[in-house]
Antibody
Framework: QVQLVESGGGVVQPGGSLRLSCAAS????????MHWVRQAPGKGLEWVAF????????YYADSVKGRFTISRDNSKNTLYLQMNSLRAEDTAVYYC?????????????WGQGTLVTVSS | AIQLTQSPSSLSASVGDRVTITCRAS??????LAWYQQKPGKAPKLLIY???SLESGVPSRFSGSGSGTDFTLTISSLQPEDFATYYC??????????FGQGTRLEIK
């Protein structure tokens, strides 16, 4: 069965960096687009970034563009999110999610999420 | 960016009730819409894709309809496990992919 397991969350000071990982199993990772979606405490869902199946195209929300970088290693079945220049408003649970397609459409499987807290 | 507006933002209903949640897009998105259910402390779960297609394993009491700018999610007969927050999401035009603000469905 499809499994997505995020790791790398934690507490970081404003201006700091963090790298999230998402280990995928149960499907052919290299055949699907992947996303990061976040949810601030008590708030709704916010899409963060998408990467095509082969890493050839990447898209970002305006709120993270220039600070976050999505990447993938298809040989390791792992998705990454490098987060730099973190702000208090980046505090959220970060979910990795599998797309049903090679391009960005819908999220058919989600991980359990990893909490990122940006605080001094 | 395409904005999605859900109504109502919250809703109280009883087991057995028929419930309808609406999602309106700020511009036409064809049928490029999905619905998700999220329970507290859990990841969202896909219910409906392409506006009206039921995801495998999702009970048939859930249904979706609409195209263009107006969409609905209907639960035909509420069950205790259906009390949750529901989100619509569009993928017609991106970036960004956008979600509605959510509809919290509570027990009356």
């Amino acid at each position: 069965q499809v499994q997505l397991v995020e790791s790398g969350g934690g507490v970081v000071q404003p201006g700091g960096s963090l790298r999230l990982s998402c280990a995928a199993s149960g499907f052919t990772f290299s055949s699907y687009g992947m996303h990061w979606v976040r949810q601030a405490p008590g708030k709704g869902l916010e899409w963060v970034a998408f990467i095509r199946y082969d890493g050839s195209n990447k898209y970002y929300a305006d709120s993270v563009k220039g600070r976050f970088t999505i990447s993938r290693d298809n040989s390791k079945n792992t998705l990454y999110l490098q987060m730099n220049s973190l702000r208090a408003e980046d505090t959220a649970v970060y979910y990795c999610a599998k797309d049903r397609d090679i391009v960005a459409t819908i999220f058919d499987y989600w991980g359990q999420g990893t909490l990122v807290t940006v605080s001094s | 960016a395409i904005q999605l507006t859900q109504s109502p933002s919250s809703l109280s209903a009883s087991v057995g009730d028929r419930v309808t949640i609406t999602c309106r897009a700020s511009q036409g998105i064809s049928s490029a819409l999905a619905w998700y259910q999220q329970k507290p402390g859990k990841a969202p779960k896909l219910l409906i894709y392409d506006a009206s297609s039921l995801e495998s394993g999702v009970p048939s009491r859930f249904s979706g309809s609409g195209s263009g700018t107006d969409f609905t999610l209907t639960i035909s007969s509420l069950q205790p496990e259906d009390f949750a927050t529901y989100y619509c999401q569009q993928f017609n035009s991106y970036p960004p992919i956008t979600f509605g603000q959510g509809t919290r469905l509570e027990i009356k």
